[in-house]
């Protein structure tokens, strides 16, 4: 079983950029997908984007393609959502999941806590 901790969430403008990282303890991420979501005030949590741990390879939503970036540390278990040029509908509760992926197919059993971005205009 993993443990997820983000942090680095805050208070921006918009325009600014900012990095969010997520944590690993208990096992590493191998063999995993790490997916970033998003949660605003009255809508449903969306994916922003996921990183294959093992090869690397990574998917973003369509809103967030071209601003946002995923890159892990291995030797840390850690991985960043760098966000960059952020606008004000970025604004949400960030959160860090990871699961399996089988065949290409994550299941995203674990999560953390989560972490607040505030994009003001």
């Known amino acids: 079983q993993v443990q997820l901790v983000e942090s680095g969430g805050g208070l921006v403008q918009a325009g600014d950029s900012l990095t969010l990282s997520c944590a690993a303890s208990g096992r590493t991420f191998d063999d995993y997908a790490v997916a970033w979501f998003r949660q605003a005030p009255g809508k449903d949590r969306e994916i922003v984007g996921a990183?294959?741990?093992?090869?690397?390879?990574?998917h973003f939503t369509a809103s967030v393609r071209g601003r946002f970036t995923i890159s892990t540390d291995k030797a840390k278990n850690i991985v960043y959502l760098q966000m960059n040029n952020l606008k004000p509908e970025d604004t949400a509760v960030y959160y860090c999941?990871?699961?399996?992926?089988?065949?290409?197919?994550?299941?995203?059993?674990?999560w953390g806590q989560g972490t607040q971005v505030t994009v003001s205009s």
């Open positions: 990183v294959s741990w093992n090869i690397g390879v990574t």
């Open positions: 999941s990871a699961g399996v992926e089988t065949m290409g197919v994550p299941s995203y059993d674990y």
